[in-house]
């Protein structure tokens, strides 16, 4: 199968590569996918306000999953939360050139940004009630 | 040394330059057909036809008027399969087959079990071999047929060919073996081993693609078929269309090669092997065999790298020719199933690079594969978040993975 320029681009030169410290209050991390089929995406996302100011992923799967993550973390950074999360796989597959066969991809990367949103609202939403827990135990 | 390097000898093999040498007058000078019985064109042909049918007898231990050319070995296997249980469906209706072999016996298993036959599919052990054992235990009353691979085209595996042999003539019943990726690379001898029924392809062992031939035994016992391709009447009734002279020719001429030089190559082939294995596991940790340790083609290493996904190593591998059992380079989205009939878990299946060794791969060419691959997994690794969690003491199979796709 031929890869299109930019999936091997994303694949030479994959954007953002590497780790956010997910205990960070901070950082939304969403892990899709199951090793089994071959396929599992974490993204991270670091939050300022409501803007995503950076993003970092690490990938198990095949080239066009790698490409997929890598421009999900392109996308998302400087978007806020409500802008990234209308980010449909529809347009990476337009972006990469993705043949059918590996929409699911893409698929998995939306699935990333939103599952890393959602990491991120529970996680400030948590953080803030168990920081007042601690204060109401705080002599 | 020529990019891109070729390690995908079980898939297919060039054709060696002796055998094209002898191929090509009988495109053009001796075109003759070699049922031709009246004329010198046609006694040419044939006569050319009988040398390469005695070549290739020899090569099996078995005697020219036992082979029959077909097109290839899936063809062999639909009429060994299919003319079996047509011939002897009123003795019996059970076929013993196994889970690891190529698609085209397991296809040709499904079909006929459509017909009202039934087959066993015997499970491999952790390395792919099916012991004789388990055969012994499958073989009934009923059986007309055992269908066993010689060597697995995937992981290499050699199977007890002798004693499965030994044990279905006891039995009173056929041995079909696929051994296509066999001839040619460990010895093979159809008397010895006690084979019936015996595939090979030419394309496989330095010939042309499109040739193949099929021994089928004609004493102790002899065995009959029905035919699935009616015309002619050619080649005992059993294959009828006109012959294929110059892949005849061409397929002769390559198991003459492999008869004389087996040895030799079989000793390079290993050594080769061998050395890319080690070659790998000293500079990469979690790298798992899948196959037998011993029992395997000497040119054959097929190995799973943990936590790096197949399609994407042989991305990064993009001008050496080898071949993976992830799910994403096939063209049924599954991973390998001769994998998973070994039991290795998807996740590994997904991870596995084959390796194939053959007559013109160079010392040079193994190296610039080794440090391709072992450079290419070493940087997925570093962007593969199981990689991650298992340096973070975390187990990924120890995972409840979710919303896998």
């Known amino acids: 199968m031929a890869y299109s320029d930019k999936v091997l681009d994303h694949y030479n030169n994959p954007r953002n590569v590497g780790a956010l410290d997910k205990s960070n209050e901070d950082v939304g991390t969403g892990v899709v996918g199951a090793p089994e089929c071959g396929d599992v995406m974490k993204l991270q996302i670091k939050v300022e306000g409501d803007r995503i100011v950076d993003a970092k992923f690490k990938t198990f799967g095949c080239g066009s999953a790698i490409a997929s993550s890598s421009l999900a973390t392109e996308w998302v950074k400087g978007k806020t939360l409500d802008e990234a999360s209308t980010i449909r796989n529809t347009e990476i597959v337009q972006e990469l050139s993705l043949p059918p066969v590996k929409i699911h991809c893409s698929v998995l990367a939306e699935d990333a940004i939103k599952a890393a949103i959602a990491d991120y609202k529970k996680k400030t939403d948590t953080g803030t009630s168990s920081s007042e827990k601690v204060k109401q135990e705080a002599p | ?405």
């Not at chain 2, 015997?122 to 235990?137: C, F, I, M, Q, Y």
């Not at chain 2, 065995?223 to 009616?230: F, P």
């Not at chain 2, 050496?320 to 994998?339: K, Q, R």
Request: contains cysteine; aromatic residues 6%.
């Open chain 2, 1 to 405: 040394m020529k990019l891109p390097v070729y390690l995908d000898y079980q898939a297919t093999t060039p054709v060696d330059p002796r055998v094209l040498e002898t191929m090509l007058p009988y495109f053009s000078d001796d075109f003759g057909n070699a049922a031709s019985r009246n004329h010198s064109f046609g006694w040419s042909a044939e006569s050319a036809v009988t040398k390469a049918r005695e070549q290739i007898a020899s090569l099996i231990g078995a005697s020219p008027k036992e082979i029959i050319f077909t097109s290839g070995s899936t063809e062999a296997i639909n009429l060994a399969i299919k003319g079996t249980a047509q011939m002897y469906g009123s003795k019996g209706k059970h076929i013993i087959t196994s889970l690891a072999e190529h698609k085209a016996v397991l296809d040709t298993c499904k079909h006929i079990e459509k017909l009202g036959f039934e087959v066993t599919y015997l499970k491999p052990d952790k390395a792919g071999r099916v012991g004789v054992e388990k055969v012994a235990e499958a073989i009934r009353e009923d059986t007309i047929l055992v269908a066993l691979i010689w060597a697995n085209n995937e992981v290499g595996t050699l199977n007890p060919i002798r004693e499965i042999g030994a044990l279905c003539h006891e039995r009173d019943t056929l041995f079909f073996t696929d051994a296509t990726q066999a001839v040619g690379k460990v010895a093979v001898d159809v008397e010895k081993d006690n084979v019936d029924m015996l595939c090979l392809s030419a394309h496989k062992i330095y010939g042309p693609k499109g040739t193949g031939a099929f021994y089928v035994r004609r004493r102790k016992p002899r065995v009959r078929l029905v035919a699935q391709i009616d015309g002619g009447g050619h080649e005992r009734g059993m294959r009828s269309g006109t012959l294929n002279v110059p892949g005849i020719v061409g397929l002769g001429r390559a198991c003459e090669i492999c008869e004389a030089e087996l040895e030799e190559e079989m000793a390079r082939a290993a050594e080769l092997r061998d050395y890319l294995e080690e070659k790998i596991r000293a500079e990469l940790d979690m790298v798992h065999l899948n196959g037998h340790e011993k029992h395997h083609l000497p040119g054959n290493l097929n190995l799973s790298f943990s936590y790096v996904e197949g399609e994407s190593l042989l991305m990064g591998m993009d001008d050496v020719a080898v071949s993976s059992g992830s799910a994403c380079t096939s063209a049924s989205l599954e991973p390998s199933h001769v994998l998973r009939s070994m039991d290795v878990g998807d996740d590994l299946a997904h991870s596995s690079i084959r390796f194939g060794i053959g007559r013109f791969t160079t010392k040079e060419e193994v190296d610039y594969a080794a440090d391709k691959l072992i450079a290419a997994v070493k940087r997925l690794r570093q962007m593969s978040p199981l990689y991650e969690m298992a340096l973070e003491g975390i187990d990924p199979s120890s995972v409840d993975w979710q919303g896998g796709h």
